[in-house]
Each structure stands twice: as structure tokens, then as C-alpha cells.
């Protein structure tokens, strides 16, 4: 049997990362697009010395025509594409007053536009194939919007609305589209870095107060694997602790 394919856009070093391992030992042929490839090697060799099967592409998933281009590649090179995750973020701090045009717009193309541009090309190809999945992450602003992240908030927002969107047009195509939300920090070098600037000290936090990328990662392995009689649409996790 030929493995199924899961292409990961924006497979950064945390979250994208672990869901690509994890796709990896559940089998899957695993593609991945960043905008700097030269970052992806070492995941690639590392999912390939283990026996799995790995795919680095440089793709910018705010450019049309790269995108449209990786995905023909990917599917006349490795295969039809099972399962798209686009992951591309965007969460930076911008107060109102010094959120310029020009940021406000680059960020909404990551983290909205991108998104429309990876879902129609997934759709693409799914729909004459009559089968298929599209996820897409989300993150609190999708929710609420938060002083500071004007951009950011309206960026995810309009993703999830995206998202809805395609998974009530595509549905009944047996397309099953699904939006996680991930409302709280997720444990990476960024999120860290950002809690020390605030004063606190990432390494004495309660425990499980920041997410650890394996349980986002399992919360899509569990979205590919539901029957079509129960699939989900949208999806929140969050530690424990969480307030919400």
C-alpha cells in the first residue's frame, strides 16, 4: 500500500515540527514547506534516518504562484496529498498606534491569506478525488481579540471564518475541514523568550502551564483518524490551569 501524504505549511521548529514527526511514525509521507528550506534538513534527515519518509520545499504560502507551484510538485513528484495542515503564525505585539499599514497587511497575509491560498489549492485537488482533509491552526485571537494583537486577532479570526466556510462548502464533498484552536502558550523558545521579557521565569511556572507541541500534534493525529459520521469542525485545547 502506497503511505498517505500530509503536507505541513509553515512546519516550523515547535508545533510544525512535532506534528511532522508525528505524522512520520504513524506512517505518512511527510511534506513540509518554510520559507527557509536550509532549516527543514535537519528534520528531513532526522525522519529519514528513522526509517519514515520526508519533504522539504522553500515555499512562501503568501505568494500565489510558490503555491500553487508546490503543491503541483508535490503531487506529480510524491504523490496526492491526503491530509493539509497549514500552520503558518504571525503572533507578533503591535499597540495599535505603531501597527503601520504595511504590518498590519503582513500580517493578515500570514495568517489569513496564506490560509485561503493553501486551502482552495488543497481543494483542488481533493475535490474531483472525492476525499480529503484540510486542518487549520488557530490560536486564542481567533477567539477574542487582545490589547496589543489588532493584526494578529483579526488575521486568525478571519481564518476560522475561513475555515467554517470551506468545511460547510466541502463537507459534503467528504472533505473534512477542521480548525484548532490552541488557547494557551505553547512551550518554544518564542513563547519563553516573551515570558522572561514580561519579568517571569518560564522554568518555574506552575505545572503544565505552557502546552507541550506533542499534545497539539496528537490532537491532529485524532482529527485524521475520525470516522465522517463524527468529524469535528473546530477544536479547543488548552492546559488544565488555563483561564478562559
Not at 128 to 156: D, L, N, V
Not at 215 to 242: C, F, I, K
Amino acid at each position: 500500500m502506497t503511505a498517505p501524504i500530509v503536507f505541513i505549511v509553515g512546519a516550523g521548529d515547535y508545533i510544525g515540527a512535532t506534528i511532522a514527526r508525528r505524522f512520520a511514525d504513524g506512517g505518512f509521507t511527510v511534506c513540509m514547506g518554510r520559507r527557509n528550506v536550509d532549516k527543514l534538513a535537519p528534520l528531513v534527515d532526522e525522519i529519514i534516518d528513522q526509517g519514515g519518509s520526508a519533504h522539504g520545499f522553500k515555499m512562501d504560502a503568501r505568494d500565489e504562484k510558490n503555491t500553487e507551484h508546490i503543491f503541483e510538485k508535490i503531487e506529480k513528484d510524491v504523490g496526492p496529498i491526503d491530509l493539509v495542515i497549514f500552520n503558518v503564525g504571525g503572533n507578533v505585539y503591535f499597540p495599535l498606534l505603531d501597527t503601520t499599514a504595511r504590518v498590519f497587511r503582513k500580517v493578515w497575509e500570514m495568517a489569513c491569506f496564506a490560509g485561503f491560498f493553501c486551502g482552495r489549492e488543497a481543494a483542488r485537488y481533493m475535490v474531483p478525488r472525492g476525499k480529503g482533509k484540510i486542518f487549520f491552526t488557530g490560536a486564542s485571537a481567533s477567539m477574542r481579540g487582545k490589547s496589543g494583537y489588532s493584526a494578529f486577532s483579526a488575521g486568525k479570526a478571519g481564518l476560522r471564518m475561513l475555515a467554517q466556510s470551506m468545511a460547510r462548502e466541502l463537507g459534503p464533498r467528504n472533505i473534512h475541514v477542521a480548525h484548532l484552536i490552541i488557547d494557551a502558550g505553547v512551550d518554544t523558545a518564542f513563547v519563553r523568550e516573551r515570558i522572561r521579557a514580561a519579568g517571569k521565569d518560564p522554568d518555574n511556572l506552575p505545572s503544565d502551564s505552557l502546552m507541550d507541541p506533542k499534545s497539539v500534534a496528537e490532537a491532529y493525529w485524532m482529527l485524521y483518524h475520525q470516522n465522517r459520521d463524527g468529524w469535528t469542525h473546530e477544536l479547543d485545547l488548552r492546559p488544565y490551569g488555563e483561564n478562559w
